[in-house]
């Protein structure tokens, strides 16, 4: 992904926040939800489009300086053929179903340690508070 303005630092450090793996489970299509990401004065917003999905369904946590955010949806099972037991089958089907794996780089700056997130209306925010600046200090010699 590509990120405009800014200097060559905090783009690199976006470019590496954006990168991103796929992974897929054989027989499983796997759909890329919109993801949009912030930089805010003190944190990183990471906000996802998951709509119709569950809480439950969504997995994200920290592993090797990675952000990691997965879920599967799973599929109504309709005989094409013949419908479903009770007669139904789908005319037209647009929503997507299958499952989803999405990692990225934590920001230098990031602390993985009180990363929070919160799920509402079929969207996913992901908060990556900043770590504090460290200030330079002055250390006193002593004698001997």
Excluded: C
């Amino acid at each position: 992904m590509t990120v405009a303005g800014g200097d060559g630092t905090m783009l690199d450090s976006f470019d590496r926040l954006f990168s991103s793996v796929f992974g897929s489970t054989p027989g499983w299509d796997t759909f890329k939800p919109a993801v949009d990401v912030r930089a805010e004065e003190k944190e990183y917003l990471v906000e996802v489009d998951l709509p119709g999905i569950s809480e439950d369904q969504i997995d994200v946590h920290v592993e090797d300086g990675l952000l990691v955010i997965a879920s599967r949806k799973e599929e109504r099972n309709l005989n094409k053929a013949e419908g479903d037991q009770d007669g139904s089958r789908y005319v037209l089907r647009e929503r997507r179903v299958g499952e989803f794996y999405r990692s990225f780089s934590l920001p230098k700056d990031a602390d993985p340690e009180k990363i929070h997130a919160a799920y509402r209306n079929g969207v996913l925010s992901v908060t990556l508070p900043k770590k504090p600046e460290a200030k330079p200090r002055q250390i006193k010699i002593t004698r001997g």
